[in-house]
């Protein structure tokens, strides 16, 4: 169920820029956001497969107290998780005109569109950085802490939300920004927390080697 939630969770972020935006600056803008979100959903269950697979390992090593082996399996996360994001960033942002006219995306919304799923991509990092640590953290065995910070971090994205939007008058760029930082704030929260309470998780340079494995 934590899980289950995590990943509802992930989907509200989008949902709640939709509203935000939708009560501030109307139906055009509302309309841009909305048309990103299935391909804002697309990416991110990428981002979950490619994260979740990262975790096998790393409860395999957990399970058998090999403490070697499960820092060796972070390592290895950090490893596959930076590349997949360098990879995912360029490719997603370079393609978001071809997307946009895939779908038809109407004239009078196509530049708040484009700006909103641009950052969006160009965020790439935070949501893999909050998949990876979250599900480091589920395959030792807490599913609940992870859910907890994502939580916290989506009331902050509605809060950033207002503020960007209303405030600042960033408009649909706004919700974009806040959406990528609440994102990077949850993975922090989640750092932080695996810093201070699991240190068989800690990982120092020599534990960042290539291994073929």
Known sequence: LPVIGGNLFQLFYTLADSMIVGRTLGADALAAVGATATIVYFVLCFIQGLTGGCGI??????????????????????????????????????????????????????????????????????????????????????????????????????????????????GVAGAGVATIFSQLLSGICCFVYIWKKMPVLRINRHHFHLAKK
């Not at 997603?92 to 641009?118: A, Q, W």
């Not at 807490?142 to 503020?163: E, H, K, Q, W």
């Open 57 to 170: 390992l790393l409860g395999q090593a957990f399970g058998a107290g090999n403490e070697k082996q499960v820092r060796e399996s972070v390592s290895a996360s950090v490893w596959i998780s930076a590349l997949f994001t360098i990879v995912l960033t360029v490719l997603c942002c370079s393609m978001v005109h071809p997307i946009l006219r895939m779908l038809n995306t109407p004239v009078d919304i196509y530049d708040r569109t484009y700006t909103y799923l641009f950052i969006i991509f160009l965020g790439n990092g935070a949501t893999v950085f909050y998949n990876m640590i979250s599900n480091i953290l589920r395959a030792l065995g807490d599913s609940r802490t992870p859910l907890y910070f994502l939580i916290f971090a989506c009331c902050v994205n509605i809060v950033l939300d207002i503020v960007l939007i209303a405030v600042v008058g960033m």
